[in-house]
Structure formats: C-alpha cells, structure tokens
C-alpha cells in the first residue's frame, strides 16, 4: 500500500475496511502490472538457471557484469566521470574485483549533495520510476529506477522464496512499513488484504502483547505461505 499524500491518507483512513481492501487491491493489481512483465520473466528464468552453474562460472558472470557497470557509470554519469577523471582512474584501470578498492566509499551525505549528477545520461528522466527509503537513518533518500532493474529486483525476490519451495503466485503476509491501518486505531482487524498479489499486509505499528491473538487469528485465517 502506498504511503500517498495526507488527503489519500485521510480519505482511506476514514473508509470503512472493506473499502480500504478494495483500495489495496487496485494498488495490488497496478503494482503488479509494474514488476510482473518482460524483464522479471527473463531475468527469474536466468536466475533459475544460473544457480546450478559452477563457482567458477558464477564469478566469471559477475566481474563481466561488473565491468559493464562501471563502464557505464564512467560514460553516462557525471558524478563518477568527474570523480574518476580527477583520480586519474578508467574501467579499464580495474582488471580483479580487489581493484575495486580503489574507488572512493559513496555515503548518503554525498549522494543527497549531488543527487542530480547520479543520474545516468542514458536514460530520460521522464522514464524512470522514484523511489525513496524509509527514512530510518534520519532522512528519506530519493533514488530513480528503471522499469527493468524493478523488475528484476523482484525477480531475485521470487527467486529466493523459491528456495524454500514457494512458487510465483503463493500467499504472503507482510509485516513492514505500510500505514494500512490508521495510527490512533486501536480494533482489530490490525491487517488488509489485496487479493491481487494474494497478500495480507499487517500493521506493525500495531504489534503489542495485548494486540498479538488478533494478529495470530488473522494469520490463521488467511494461511500464507510465506511470511
């Protein structure tokens, strides 16, 4: 569930509950639109597949698609062109993953500071998805995605649950961030649902010894698969 301004808020804390899933599950059924697509289906069928290949093998994969990276953030991003050329530092100074040691840590301080300059030229910024973090540090981080890396950020998802047999598709309850619940309510139920994703999406802002046999009932009731 989307976080919204403080009217969408408003407005969905007054619903009544049923009306409050009906509004999960169409941001359910729009978020799904947004990962579930081309590049999720390529990039799991990858995953699938490349977990059975040699170390070797793996490691190889990933310093070629490494090198890519870096290649690509010295030629379209200005923060890295700036910061590299003053270094006196190219992709091709980088031949091991312990070469990697020569680039600079980046912290959030900088990345705030010179947000617009971490944008890739290759990209219109018209394109890509916004993001931000939950803050938990202190202060919120705005980043920018394109529709590919959400879509195989969530492809690593689904592939790991695979790895405890659950499929695409399976129940999942949740207990995050999401304000599906109003902050001052104190009835149950403490969770929503969106049937789109076949999630429940609990409150943990209500989690309390005196809440807790709410929170086990719903769950018992809904089954998931994954929790």
């Not at 803050?135 to 890396?149: P, Y």
């Amino acid at each position: 569930m989307s976080y919204g301004n403080a009217i969408t808020r408003s407005f969905f804390y007054r619903s009544p509950v049923w009306v409050q899933n009906l509004v999960c599950t169409a941001y359910g059924y729009k978020h799904r639109r947004l990962w579930q697509g081309q590049h999720f289906r390529h990039w799991y069928q990858l995953l699938q597949e490349n977990q059975w290949r040699s170390t070797d093998e793996v490691l190889h994969l990933q310093w070629l698609r490494l090198k890519d990276l870096l290649r690509h953030a010295y030629e379209y991003v200005p923060f890295y062109q700036r910061q590299w050329s003053g270094m006196g530092l190219a992709p091709d100074d980088l031949k091991s993953a312990d070469d990697i040691r020569r680039l600079p840590f980046l912290t959030k301080d900088t990345l705030r500071e010179h947000a617009p300059d971490f944008l890739s030229r290759a990209f219109r910024t018209s394109e890509l998805l916004v993001g931000h973090t939950s803050g938990t540090t202190g202060k919120q981080l705005t980043l920018w995605f394109t529709r590919e890396s959400y879509e195989r950020e969530y492809s690593f998802r689904w592939h790991h649950y695979s790895w405890c047999g659950v499929t695409l598709g399976a129940r999942r309850a949740y207990f995050a961030g999401h304000p599906v619940v109003a902050p001052d309510h104190q009835a149950p139920p403490f969770s929503r649902v969106n049937r789109a994703e076949r999630t429940l999406l609990f409150s943990s802002q209500h989690l309390s010894e005196e809440n807790l046999p709410q929170y086990v009932q719903e769950l018992g009731s809904f089954r998931p698969d994954l929790i």
